[in-house]
């Protein structure tokens, strides 16, 4: 009997291991196509990338020299490739809408506002195809990229007019 209970559960842990090696060959897989196409765009566009960073099909970039920040989104069927003007930029922060008791965040996104008023937002973290367990790390890269932003615009004088900074 016991023999029967090693031999299944030498199955069960093979299997795992077996997942879990498969799911981080795919995670490989398409963090590389993510960062092929952004490179691909880049290049294209002839952006210069002094920050980046990669997280969920996603990926963010800061442009200094020409003063663009760069958002590519690989999580849905369609691409979403985005180019923000920071000289247009009046101010970045980061939204988090949920349920009014405060205990569940449907989103996590960096709304970015420029002078015409125009919204754009950067999705860092959509409940329904994120993971929970994704949610605080996913928040404290929006907040990071939302001082990085700010603070390059406060550091380059962008748009003096509108001057907020959350």
């Known amino acids: 009997m016991t023999m029967i209970v090693l031999v299944l559960a030498s199955l069960v842990l093979l299997s795992l291991t077996i997942l879990f090696f498969t ?29 980046s960073e990669s997280f969920n099909k996603k990926k963010i970039a800061l442009d ?19 180019v923000l003007d920071l ?25 970015c506002i ?6 754009t937002m950067f999705p860092f973290y959509e409940a329904s195809q994120d993971s929970l367990s994704d949610i605080k790390l996913l928040a404290e890269k929006a907040s990071f990229w939302r001082k990085k932003i700010n603070n390059h615009r406060y550091n380059h004088n962008f748009n003096n007019s509108n001057e907020y900074v959350p």
Do not use: W
């Open 23 to 51: 799911f981080r060959k795919n995670q490989s897989r398409l963090n590389q196509k993510v960062h092929r196409r952004f490179e691909e765009l880049i290049n294209e566009h002839d952006y210069k990338v002094d920050t």
């Open 114 to 119: 420029l002078s015409d008023k125009s919204t």
């Open 64 to 82: 200094s020299m020409n003063q663009k920040l760069l958002f590519l989104d690989m999580s849905k069927k369609t691409e979403f490739f985005h």
């Open 87 to 111: 000289r247009q930029l009046s101010f970045c922060h980061v939204v988090m809408p949920g349920n009014n008791n405060g205990n569940y965040i449907s989103s996590i996104s960096l709304e």
